[in-house]
Nanobody, 127 residues
């Protein structure tokens, strides 16, 4: 079965850290560019971070300097290290795989550009 499975979400206090993982099953990440999106209640899904096949990365302005995307091709897993979390980071986080390379700093494509989506993991930042 071809799928992405996220893990690592949870409840954390402001200023805390979490690391999200996204493991590919049934396919390898070597041929895909990967992204993390998030969707807060009542808001549209937004691109948070993106890493190309060649490890070129980009971040939304709201998370620059706090989040780091990385991948381990040997494990077919992508990570999102989130530090100094803020209440406004509260959302369901999704990973996704695409064969499209988005060059613009704010371009994450649209939903249909992605071949695989994970089921989402909840991140709640609250005291």
């Amino acid at each position: 079965q071809l799928q992405l499975v996220e893990s690592g979400g949870g409840l954390v206090q402001p200023g805390g850290s979490l690391r999200l993982s996204c493991a590919a099953s049934g396919f390898t990440l070597d041929h895909y560019h990967m992204a993390w999106f998030r969707q807060a209640p009542g808001k549209e899904r937004e691109g948070v971070s993106y890493i190309s096949k060649h490890d070129v990365t980009k971040y939304a302005d709201s998370v620059k300097g706090r989040f780091t995307i990385s991948k381990d091709n040997a494990k077919d897993t992508v990570y999102l290290q989130m530090n100094n979390l803020k209440p406004e980071d509260t959302a369901v986080y999704y990973c996704a795989a695409t064969k499209w390379y988005f060059t613009g700093s704010t371009d994450y494509g649209v939903f249909s550009d992605y071949d695989f989506w994970g089921q989402g993991t909840q991140v709640t930042v609250s005291s």
